[in-house]
């Protein structure tokens, strides 16, 4: 069983939204940093996602939610993806100044009860955030309209400043909000 979900997203509502699910679900969280180097490690019940006492702020790139037993003795993404497959993952993506990118929740389990666990944690996503984007092919100038892209209010609030919302490449742009044509 599967599940995934793309959408955009401030960071700092992606990351409150897991602290959430880890707290309601007694999960273990785990932040990831791919680079410079890759970095798995545990955040705590106190700890604030991307900082570590004494060290400076890291980036994060992906967020887990973990049934017991986890294990962080891993070198890479891949490694620790396939060390702990019953994860619910999320792909933060990038943000600064000008751009937002797509941010992906999924998960992959045979688990069923976990699975539930899974699907409400989606089902909790999706019912705060909007619904609907045209989708445009940088390249080409093509666009589709996705009336199931989801966007939280903050990252409607960043586009609307002027923050370009990307794919995962610069390809892909994205209007939120916008009403399909008739």
Known sequence: MKISLQFHGDRR????MVREW???SGMILVEEQFFPAYQAR???????????????EVVVDRLSLNPEPINLDVQSALEY?????NSLFISVGEQSESVIRVSV?????DDTPLMTLWKRCRKQAGSKMIKGAWVENTVSGSRSWLAGHYYTAEAKRLVDSGVAAMGGTDWLRYHLGAQPLK
């Open 13 to 16: 509502e992606i990351c409150a």
């Open 22 to 24: 880890a707290a309601d």
């Open 42 to 56: 545990l955040v705590g019940p106190e700890a604030e996602i991307g900082k570590e006492a004494g060290q400076p």
């Open 81 to 85: 993806a396939k060390a702990n497959p």
């Open 105 to 109: 929740l999924s998960a992959m389990t």
